[in-house]
Structure formats: C-alpha cells, structure tokens
C-alpha cells in the first residue's frame, strides 16, 4: 500500500542534499516511493521467541525511466537516506525503473521549455538560442555512458554537446546552481571522463557572461573548437 504521507520521501530528498547532492535529491524527488508491512516467515521458524506474524518493513522507489541508470549508480546512497528518513525501520527496499518523464532530452532538473527541449536554468536556454543562431549541430544535456574500462563506467550529462565540421566539443555553463564553486572538482572530474574519449575541447562560461552576451560565448567556444577540436 502506497504512503499517503509525503514525509517519508521529502526527507529522504532532504538527507541527500544535506550530503551534498543536488541532483540525486532531485531525482528522488521525482520519484514514487511506498511503503509497506509483510510477514517476516524466516524469524517465525525460528520457534516461540517469535509470533507467527512478524512484521518487516519493506519500501519500493519508482524512478522516472529515463532516470533509472542514474539512481543505479547511487543505489547506496539512496538506501542509506530512506533508512534514515524511516528511522531505521527497513528492512529491505527496491529500486524499481518507472515511465519516463515526458521531454525529449534529458535535463534532470528544472524545465525551462525551448523548442520542444527543456533545460536546467533560464541562462542555458539563452545559450541555445545563440547556437541556434550559430547554425550549428548541438544537443543539450544528453545523458550518455562514459569509461574506458569495464569495471570504471559512469553516467554523465554534458550541457551542451556541440558539433561543428566534424568536431566535438563540450560548452558547459558554470554559475548555476547546478554547478556552484563547490563543485568544481567534481566537474574537473567529470571533464577528465570526456577527454578520455577523446574530446579535446571542454570549454567553461560563467552563467553571468552566458546571460549577458550568449553569442559572444558561442563564438568564442567554436573559435577554439575549430582550432583545437
């Protein structure tokens, strides 16, 4: 039986954040979770010590589809944050991938509607716009598999993924709260899991510069794309 009581689920969002994941609280926040009792048959065999019944907690997630291989990456820190927000009454939970969220790319986070895509800030929007303006080949947060070894794979999401005769490039927009100074070694991170795909040109903007002069920004990244791409 699903919970009718939303507690639950905003404070296992709220125990992610504290630790310090935006996107992953998010994430949970946009999922469905329930909550139920069930027989615990294993302790009832052990004799008199235990009535027949003996409740166990159990607690499904249901991630949007499109989000599943993301919240597989952070199954234990899940785990960990709904245990909490229960109180430590759980004693097993699923991970289960539901229908995906209805948009065409796959921005996890606020939706900010341009051209049939959605994005995560008012200022990566003005960026499109101007590489629309641009005429060139650009796709904007594209969740794609990343490693060069099997046990070494991630999930990562690029702003914008950008071509421009026949050379990739990546322009990502700093500022926002997807990406505040905190962050910064994760991103350099996250920057390093792209060139060892081979692609060369990572280029980084303030938000301020991308919100003030978005087509300065593009023409500056796709002079170094050309260049160095």
């Known amino acids: 039986m699903a919970t009718k009581d939303p507690t639950p689920l905003s404070w296992t969002a709220a125990f992610i954040e504290s630790d310090g994941d935006r996107p992953l609280a998010q994430l949970v926040s946009e999922s469905t979770l329930s909550v139920w ?8 065999q052990l004799g008199s010590y235990y009535p027949d019944w003996y409740p166990r907690t159990v607690a499904k997630l249901v991630v949007p589809g499109d989000l599943y291989a993301a919240a597989v990456e952070k199954e ?44 995560r800030s008012k200022t990566e929007r003005r960026i499109a716009a101007a590489l629309e303006r641009a005429n060139v080949a650009f796709f904007p947060n594209g969740r794609g598999r990343l490693g060069t070894a ?76 050309r260049l160095n791409g």
């Open 150 to 225: 099997p046990d070494f794979r991630e999930t990562r999401e690029p702003d914008f993924l950008v071509v421009v005769d026949g050379k990739l490039g990546i322009l990502e927009v700093d500022g926002d709260d997807y990406h505040p100074p905190e962050r910064a070694a994760e991103d350099h991170s996250r920057d390093r899991a792209f060139r060892r795909h081979g692609i060369r040109v990572i280029e980084r903007f303030s938000a301020t510069e991308c919100w003030g002069a978005p087509d300065q920004v593009v023409a500056e990244f796709l002079q170094l794309l």
């Open 37 to 44: 009792r069930e027989p615990d048959y294993a302790l009832s």
């Open 76 to 119: 234990g820190t899940i785990g960990w944050a709904l245990t909490e927000a229960l109180d430590g009454n759980l004693n097993e939970w699923r991970l289960e991938a539901g229908p995906g969220r209805d948009w065409s790319n796959q921005g996890a986070s606020v939706p900010y509607l341009w051209r049939g895509m959605r994005f």
